[in-house]
């Protein structure tokens, strides 16, 4: 909603702190001051300043803080719920790096990161660890086939641990969706192998400013370079060949028939968002989860004006 709240009597900075408030309450994910800051969309303003605007919206009984938490309504629950979901996620992130840099010895990938939930540290019982893969130009579908393989052979098809549903080469770092739940995922990622990458990751998808001016570069401490052992190089000098180029070009025809036969339910449009199969990316969403997102975070907001309409005066 291009206008949220500018009929209303709110500042800039408090529709940025509500707007980004009713973005992570689609996932019932109550929010720390320090979280709304990184995340509020508002330049030139600091951790004071956006207290101070939480303080008033909370005087007026606009929005609530429970256990350290701000939300846009009296849930306590979310509280809770979220703390056990934090623990939860602290005792699946270590073995997500490691699942993380043993991707990263696979043939032509070139930079691994954790997303999803978990780069959130967020995560359920029933969650997977998700992996943004970046690969080498013209051979990302050998990347995610042979990847893929792994996980039905020797995973038993688990996703638990090994969920790579987004890949892009190297010379299309720039995602073409712009949107706050892109920008949301990009910002979040938590880089595991080839720090510059990531950061040239980073740098190619400069929009995510315009979302998120504040949200600081993630820590990168754990990443780890990109190592090439024996193998992965004996098989990409084997497939850096014309054979390479057809293979590559065959898995992408391969995925993108079963893919259509599995979701023909899907229409056109959605299945191009959610189900993106070029030569230089490659996304599996099958349960449309950007678009049920955005249309959520919608209805928050339509359901928040409602909320308050009685409580603020209209502008004359």
């Known amino acids: 909603m291009k206008n949220f709240l ?9 529709r940025g702190i509500i707007e980004v408030m009713l973005y992570f309450e689609v996932f019932s994910y109550p929010m720390s001051r320090e979280e709304v800051f990184r995340t509020v969309n508002q330049i030139n ?5 956006v207290n101070a605007e939480i303080d008033e919206l909370i005087n007026e009984s606009i929005i609530y803080e429970n256990g350290g938490f701000l939300m846009t309504r009296p849930k306590p629950e979310w509280a809770e719920e979220r703390k056990i979901k934090n623990r939860m996620a602290d005792q699946y992130i270590e073995k997500a790096y490691r699942m993380g840099r043993l991707i990263g010895y696979f043939p032509f990938v070139r930079a691994v990161m954790i997303s999803g939930s978990l780069s959130k540290h967020w995560m359920t019982e029933d969650g997977d660890v998700d992996f943004f893969i970046v690969t080498e130009k013209r051979r990302l579908w050998i990347a995610r086939t042979l990847l893929v393989l792994f996980k039905k052979i020797f995973l038993l098809n688990s996703h638990k641990y090994f969920c790579v549903n987004y890949f892009v080469d190297v010379d299309h770092l720039e995602i073409e969706e712009k949107n706050r739940f892109t920008a949301s995922e990009i910002v979040t990622l938590l880089p595991v192998v080839n720090k510059p990458l990531y950061l040239e ?12 001016p504040n949200f600081p570069v993630r820590d990168t401490s754990n990443t780890t370079p990109l190592k090439a052992s024996l193998p992965k190089l004996i098989i990409e000098k084997m497939l850096s060949t014309r054979f390479g180029d057809w293979l590559d070009r065959s898995f992408l025809k391969m995925t993108l028939k079963h893919w259509n036969k599995k979701f023909g339910h899907m229409d056109k449009e959605e299945f191009e968002v959610a189900m993106k199969s070029r030569t230089y990316v490659s996304k599996h969403h099958p349960n449309a989860f950007q678009a049920r997102v955005l249309e959520a975070m919608a209805n928050n907001q339509v359901q928040f004006e409602a909320s308050i309409l009685k409580k603020m005066p209209m502008r004359s």
């Open 201 to 212: 990751f980073l740098k190619a998808n400069q929009w995510i400013r315009g979302i998120y």
């Open 6 to 14: 500018n009929h209303l009597y709110f500042n800039e900075l408090k």
């Open 45 to 49: 303003t600091n951790q004071d300043q």
